[in-house]
């Protein structure tokens, strides 16, 4: 009786905010699905309509409200052009919760979520794993992205170029008690996150490049986990409590002024959703959600609106890279600019490294990544995706820049498949790539 009283308070959170909604239809100009599918029942209203029973449709068809629940990129377009304000991604994310928790996860959620997910040091163990030896099912494909493609046919990585496995995860180049480095400036700490620690991990050296040029400390506590989300997102709001408990003990060890993120999804997700949708917690534990969601940044906006950047003129390699001839555009991710509102700052990052910004249309558009609905639903991850590359193309840029790793998953796809030149790189990567080579 405990899980269903639990249950009927979740749906009373649920009710009290779905009656907000004034089914306007405004969410249907902004959704990427509802753009491709124009069914009512792919767009925010329908949801919102569907949850209003909820309760009764819980018992009668819980496989039919999962299915259409789940066909959601949690872009959040059309929360941020919601005219009553109603936190569409909030109320998606507990809805999948209720259904979670009233029919229970599948055997390979459960695996996939409690086993190694909420586990940190077992699942590092299993990507280092996977690393050394994802050589022997996938191949490289020889594009400008640096993707990878199957040797063997496969009904998840078929027709993909995704990204390799990094050979050294970002953790394993820091010392085992973790990284702190002193600056006369700020002090930040910095999460990781997954993607960048084990996909992406030139973009943390990256960021601690440009922290520490701008004479920013910095803190890197060892064994981080996971921020939660892909097992949010999933309902499995038990796995995430842990990884937001586990997370949350190991920065408050330390004293620091912000605590920075070169992850989009990541930011949001610490500065959203961790005070909001962790399972029953108690006060103490709602002070430190609250307090460290109010020092949350992504790493553009520290640097911008915190720490005050110049053009890089005098200080830049003239030899680097990016040394005045490349010309980039940028995607804005929608967890950033949607989410938090980020959308100049990393624009003010790419321009002060003496790049050529050059914008594409449609640049707040999702990609079409979504997290797990590019798993389930590749088809019009793809297709949305077709027209973010198209719209990238257009620009006759060189380089194409976000602050999202799996944006950067999904365009290099995209990219990949197309035979595309234009590289694909966070705008730590552009504007570190211009800093002296003597820069610590």
Wanted: glycine letters at 8%; one cysteine or more; hydrophobic letters at 40%.
């Amino acid at each position: 009786m405990a899980g269903m009283k639990e249950l009927a308070t979740l749906v009373k959170e649920l009710e009290e905010q779905l009656v907000t909604c004034i089914r306007c239809g405004m969410c249907q100009s902004v959704c990427p699905l509802f753009e491709q599918t124009r069914k009512e029942a792919d767009v925010a209203r329908g949801k919102l309509a569907l949850l209003t029973g909820l309760m009764d449709n819980i018992f009668t068809d819980p496989d039919g409200v999962n299915e259409r629940l789940n066909r959601c990129l949690l872009c959040g377009s059309c929360a941020a052009n919601c005219p009553s304000g109603v936190n569409v991604v909030e109320i998606f994310i507990k809805a999948r919760a209720i259904l979670a928790e009233y029919k229970g996860l599948s055997p390979a959620k459960k695996l996939i979520f409690r086993q190694l997910l909420a586990n940190p040091g077992r699942f590092d163990a299993m990507v280092e794993w996977a690393g050394r030896f994802q050589g022997l099912f996938t191949k490289s494909s020889a594009d400008a992205q640096g993707t990878s493609c199957a040797r063997l046919i496969s009904p998840l990585l078929a027709n993909r170029h995704f990204m390799p496995l990094s050979t050294t995860p970002f953790h394993k180049t820091l010392p085992e008690k973790g990284f702190t480095s002193t600056g006369s400036g700020l002090r930040a700490a910095f999460f990781t996150g997954c993607l960048i620690d084990k996909i992406f991990p030139n973009v943390a050296k990256a960021s601690l490049k440009v922290l520490a040029h701008h004479k920013v400390g910095v803190i890197i506590p060892p064994g981080q986990g996971c921020c939660g989300i892909p097992a949010l997102a999933s309902g499995d709001r038990d796995s995430f409590t842990h990884l937001v408990d586990h997370n949350l003990a190991l920065f408050e060890k330390h004293d620091f002024d912000v605590l920075v993120t070169a992850c989009a999804t990541c930011t949001s997700t610490i500065k959203k959703l961790w005070p909001t949708v962790y399972k029953n917690p108690s006060d103490n534990i709602q002070q430190k959600l609250t307090a460290l969601a109010e020092k949350t940044m992504d790493i553009n906006q520290f640097l911008v609106d915190r720490v005050g950047i110049d053009p890089l003129k005098n200080l830049s390699d003239p030899a680097g890279p990016d040394a005045g001839t490349d010309i980039v555009t940028y995607h804005d991710p929608c967890h950033l600019k949607k989410s938090l509102g980020v959308a100049d700052q990393p624009r003010q990052v790419i321009s002060a490294a003496g790049c050529q910004l050059k914008e594409m249309a449609g640049s707040d558009k999702c990609c079409g990544m979504g997290g797990s609905f590019n798993i389930y639903h590749y088809d019009l991850s793809s297709t949305i995706g077709t027209i973010k590359r198209e719209n990238i193309e257009k620009t006759g840029c060189t380089t194409v820049s976000t602050g999202c790793p799996a944006c950067m998953m999904q365009i290099s796809d995209m990219l990949g498949k197309a035979g595309s030149s234009i590289t694909v790189r966070h705008p730590m990567e552009i504007y570190a790539s211009r800093l002296k080579k003597n820069t610590p």
